[in-house]
């Protein structure tokens, strides 16, 4: 079974501040998308990498897809209160239509 | 252009009933996929269709069933509701990619 597994589950911080979030899984993916979600709506995608060793970078956001395509990591510098939601991460399941998401991480960003 | 629009907003039914909720994708796009997430968790897929058939499943029960009509709009039918039922239902439209639009969301709750 395809799991993906984000960590930490909960973050709060102060506004200013740099953070990590983490993707793991024991499968390997063709691809891994990050999504955040805000309350009360459906998750916006913000990237999809698809290279092993990929980073990519959006504004203040950092994506990285690891070598072997099993985790994938999400740094925020300098973080606004703007960035409070939900991200989740997500990868293509077994037969190419599923995708599988995390459980996603909390992020509180406090003024 | 519209995005990912769902219908109804909110739902509240009891056990034992039955619900349709339904979903027009993104204009342009053709694949529609429903997903369940539970309070604090990450979206669980359901099923997608393509080409107004299902194309593949998630684990889920016979109670959860779907169509796609000639005009990519979708709907998602849940019988015999249980309580566990109760969650946010996502549609997500897409065409041939591998990043999803993603609704609001319609919020279930079985009491």
């Known amino acids: 079974t395809q799991l993906l597994e984000q960590s930490p589950q909960f973050l709060s911080i102060q506004e200013g501040e740099n953070l990590t979030v983490y993707c793991n899984s024991s499968?390997?993916?063709?691809?891994l998308q990050w999504y955040r979600q805000e309350p009360g709506e459906g998750p916006v995608l913000l990237v999809t990498v698809v290279t092993g060793g990929e980073v990519k970078k959006l504004k203040r956001l950092t994506f990285q897809f690891g070598d072997a395509r099993k985790d994938s990591s999400l740094h925020i510098t300098a973080a606004q209160t703007g960035d409070t939601g939900l991200y989740l991460c997500a990868g293509d399941g077994t037969g190419g239509f599923k995708t599988i998401f995390g459980a996603g991480t909390r992020l509180f960003v406090k003024a | 252009d519209a995005g990912v629009t769902q219908s109804p907003t909110h739902l509240i039914k009891t056990r034992g009933q039955q619900v349709t909720l339904r979903c027009s994708p993104k204009s342009g796009h053709d694949t529609v996929s429903w997903y369940q997430q539970a309070l604090g968790q990450g979206p669980q897929f359901i099923f997608q269709y393509y080409e107004e058939e299902e194309r593949q499943r998630g684990n889920f029960p016979d109670r959860f069933s779907g169509h796609q009509f000639p005009n990519y709009s979708s709907e998602l039918n849940v019988n015999a509701l249980l309580l566990g039922d109760s969650a946010l239902y996502l549609c997500?439209?897409?065409?041939?990619?591998?990043?999803?639009?993603f609704g609001p969301g319609t919020r279930l709750t079985v009491l």
């Open positions: 499968s390997v993916f063709s691809s």
């Open positions: 997500a439209s897409s065409r041939q990619s591998w990043g999803q639009f």
